[in-house]
């Protein structure tokens, strides 16, 4: 069957199972776009291109499938750049395909010519530069299997224009790759990490975003019962293992909980599941956990190493590795390293703050902790980066996996609304809500439009401090409040929403959040709530820059 390089574009997709797809049409993409009416896609049109590739990573994070994004050709597709990054870091399975100009102008600069895969190869898992239309059905084909295979991440197709209107022979492509199945760990390996865990009398198990990604839920529950080890999770990780459970300790790391902290600092054993060792997790590595033995189940052997070492690595799936390795296990008893722990978090309990309610100040972890009681902590929540994402991780505690798009390694502010939106698409049927700060939240905001234009049922909570607040945080404690850059004059959030045709109201007070909330959630469609916080509240704990994991800045204790 003959068809044109646009229509074979379409036709791949629609095979491999897209449904949606988020983008901005442009010079370089429209015999594309042309095509797109004959095919059951629906598209959704951001207002801007970085807002499409956060759509289509908020869709990946809470489908589980691969997320769609394209652009134009030049500054269509640079814009997706900081939405390709941020899916790489964080390990998304997301597919952005991009126009570029005909293949004879290629390296002439013609008018938005950009050396696209140039650009992105440090930030995709892998990219194409299609140049003839024969060439399109298998670079495709390949895309979504590297997407969505092993390590997820991010794939980019870039494809001339004259590519999109040849004509060729299509034919649906037998897949050349195959997926690697996870070898069994060799049996030493296993035997050796069954020694230390029989061994140990203080384990923590290190649970990150792989745990997720691996669907392992069900082993690292089983797990972590039969051997009464205590979980704490990475950013990313929350979720995996449910908060309310008794061996739950929370989050780890730079503005994880105190006793979550005190836990590794003190452990003679680390499992670290599907997690990195990132720097916001240990503080300097030199002083990580000193008399822990380390055990490192992770999918890269990359990353195997590469920030800590440790004493056994096994290298494969996490879901395939818990399963090998629960079998040559017992049943252990930690009561007493559980009760040293239920010391530390009855010290420093860092959620006391939620009933602080006789100063008259109306504090984020107050609007946090309401909508996670409105929603029964059910909620699908997507954040922006700064302090309020971190209010969220410590106060929207989670149950179940799949409930937590956030930007991790990249720590994209203006992630929240966009990826809200993607997500919305994914789980129509769940509640959506968008916990936004208010500098992240300016850089994103038009795709509010975009939300009534589509009937995204989003509800948006900013958390308006007129600060850049984490910055104005460590230039607090570091830089003797020497505020410079971070006072910002932000426009009436309430006015803005309704310029888009959205409902929204503005709070300033502690008896009227709860209020709100219901009344956003009763609300059909899109709704933003802006709530005026406190302007100089602080995280915490916080371990600085330079410390150990324990030496952390705890919250002063009211009196």
């Not at 420093?348 to 972890?365: F, P, T, V």
């Not at 946090?368 to 505690?397: F, K, P, R």
């Not at 803005?496 to 007070?509: M, S």
Request: aromatic share 8%.
């Amino acid at each position: 069957m003959k068809m044109r390089g646009a229509e074979i574009v379409w036709e791949c997709l629609t095979r491999e199972g897209v449904d949606v797809v988020f983008g901005y049409p442009g010079g370089a993409n429209m015999p594309i776009y042309d095509a797109m009416l004959n095919y059951p896609v629906h598209h959704v049109l951001a207002r801007h291109e970085q807002g499409a590739a956060h759509m289509a990573d908020g869709y990946a994070r809470a489908s589980g499938k691969v997320g769609v994004a394209m652009t134009t050709s030049g500054p269509g597709a640079t814009n997706l750049v900081t939405g390709i990054a941020t899916a790489m870091m964080d390990s998304i399975p997301t597919v952005f395909i991009t126009g570029q100009v005909p293949s004879h102008l290629i390296g002439g600069d013609a008018f938005q010519e950009v050396d696209v895969t140039g650009i992105t190869l440090p930030i995709t898992k892998h990219n194409y530069l299609v140049m003839h239309a024969e060439e399109l059905a298998e670079t495709i084909r390949e895309a979504f299997h590297v997407a969505r295979s092993g390590r997820p991440g991010p794939v980019l197709i870039d494809i001339c224009k004259n590519a999109q209107v040849e004509m060729c022979d299509f034919v649906y492509p037998e897949l050349k790759l195959r997926e690697r199945q996870s070898a069994p760990s060799p049996r030493v390996l296993l035997d050796e990490a069954a020694h230390l865990i029989e061994k140990a009398k203080r384990p923590v198990i290190l649970c990150g975003h792989g745990a997720i990604i691996s669907g392992a839920e069900e082993e690292l529950m089983k797990f972590a019962v039969q051997t009464q080890t205590p979980v704490t999770s990475t950013l990313l990780g929350l979720g995996a293992f449910p908060a309310s459970h008794e061996l739950s300790l929370g989050m780890m790391g730079m503005h994880g909980e105190s006793h979550a902290n005190m836990a590794i600092q003190n452990a003679d054993l680390l499992l670290a599941f599907g997690m990195r060792f990132d720097d916001r997790v240990t503080g300097v590595p030199k002083t990580y956990a000193p008399g822990a033995k380390k055990i490192h189940i992770e999918i890269d052997p990359a990353e195997v190493n590469k920030n800590v070492r440790v004493d056994v690595p096994l290298v494969g799936d996490l879901k395939s590795v818990l399963r090998d390795l629960l079998p040559l296990l017992g049943e252990y008893d930690h009561e007493e390293w559980k009760q040293e722990i239920a010391a530390w978090k009855a010290e420093s309990d860092s959620r006391n703050i939620i009933n602080w309610e006789d100063d008259g100040k109306l504090y984020a972890a107050h609007v946090v902790n309401d909508i996670w009681e409105a929603t029964g902590g059910a909620a699908l929540v997507t954040t922006d980066v700064g302090q309020h994402q971190m209010w969220s991780a410590q106060y929207y505690l989670l149950d179940k996996p799949n409930r937590w798009i956030t930007s991790g390694g990249a720590g994209t502010m203006g992630f929240g609304l966009p990826s809200a939106i993607g997500a919305w698409f994914a789980a129509k049927n769940e509640e959506v809500w968008a916990i936004v700060g208010d500098g992240g939240f300016q850089m994103t905001s038009p795709e509010l439009t975009t939300a009534v234009q589509e009937g995204a049922n989003v509800k948006v909570a900013v958390l308006n401090n007129r600060f850049l607040g984490m910055v104005r945080q460590w230039q607090e404690f570091f830089f003797e409040k020497r505020y410079s850059a971070v006072n910002m004059l932000t426009p009436d959030f309430v006015k803005l929403a309704e310029a888009h045709g959205i409902p929204a109201r503005r709070v300033t007070k502690r008896e009227d959040a709860a209020e709100a909330i219901e009344w956003a959630r009763k609300t059909e469609g899109p709704v933003v709530l802006e709530f005026s916080i406190e302007m100089e509240d602080a995280v915490y704990p916080m371990v600085p820059a330079g410390a150990a994991l324990h030496e952390m800045l705890q919250r002063p204790m009211k009196a």
